[in-house]
């Protein structure tokens, strides 16, 4: 079956430091991958996806690579700050044929960042 | 702007109280999902739907049902509301891509409390 797993948080992390959050997948055929980013007091809103195996996905100085030989799509920053701070969540959608658009999501990472 | 317009923002009701969430869409989506987030569970589906009239149950429909009767309108029903169904609600819609890559867009989420 499909399922994602995401680092457990919560991370608090000092302004301009690096931000990892790690996420693995199980999934049948051939998922896209996805972060989310849920902001205080807000639904959740796509930050960047990837489609197919190597792709890169960026946004707003975040990245993340799909990486199908070690099932990963884990979240980077260089250079985070305080605005950042809110809860991501890695997911995935199923097979490319599904017309349904299920995503599958993690449980979320709580970042908090200092100034 | 792309909008997922949820009814209530928070909401408290009693025990056996039947309670309606309603979310609207003006996106010409196809799919349309419920979800609830708890802490340290994620997202979990509760219901989605791919078109007027139609249903899928997702992976904690107990307790809930699902009303789909205008494309752009999706309603989640507790019957008998119980205390442990106190979460936050998150309607979500999606077009139908056809290669699973499509973009879930959410709402800005129900809170409801049952007393």
């Known amino acids: 079956g499909n399922s994602v797993t995401q680092m457990e948080g919560p991370v608090t992390l000092s302004e301009e430091a690096f931000l990892t959050i790690n996420c693995t997948y199980t999934?049948?055929?051939?998922?896209?991958l996805f972060w989310y980013v849920q902001y205080p007091g807000e639904g959740l809103q796509l930050l960047l996806k990837?489609?197919?195996?190597?792709d890169k996905g960026s946004n707003k100085g975040f990245e993340a690579t799909y990486r199908k030989e070690t099932t990963s799509f884990h979240l980077e920053k260089g250079s985070v700050q305080v605005s950042d701070s809110a809860v991501y969540f890695c997911?995935?959608?199923?097979?490319?044929?599904?017309?349904?658009?299920?995503?599958?999501f993690g449980r979320g990472t709580q970042l908090t960042v200092w100034p | 702007d792309v909008k997922v317009t949820q009814s209530s923002r928070y909401l408290v009701k009693r025990t056996g109280e039947k309670v309606f969430l309603e979310c609207v869409q003006d996106?010409?989506?196809?799919?349309m999902f419920w979800y609830r987030q708890d802490p340290g569970l994620g997202l979990r589906l509760i219901y989605f739907?791919?078109?007027?009239?139609?249903?899928e149950k997702g992976d904690i429909p107990e307790g809930y049902s699902v009303s789909r009767e205008k494309k752009e309108r999706f309603s989640l029903i507790l019957e008998s509301a119980s205390t442990n169904q106190t979460s936050m609600y998150l309607c979500?819609?999606?077009?139908?891509?056809?290669?699973?890559?499509?973009?879930?867009?959410f709402g800005e989420g129900s809170r409801l409390t049952v007393l």
């Open positions: 990837a489609t197919k195996a190597d």
């Open positions: 999934a049948t055929g051939y998922p896209s």
């Open positions: 997911a995935l959608s199923e097979d490319r044929g599904s017309t349904l658009g299920r995503l599958y």
């Open positions: 979500a819609s999606s077009l139908r891509t056809g290669g699973g890559t499509g973009e879930l867009f």
């Open positions: 739907s791919y078109d007027v009239k139609m249903k």
């Open positions: 996106m010409d989506h196809e799919n």
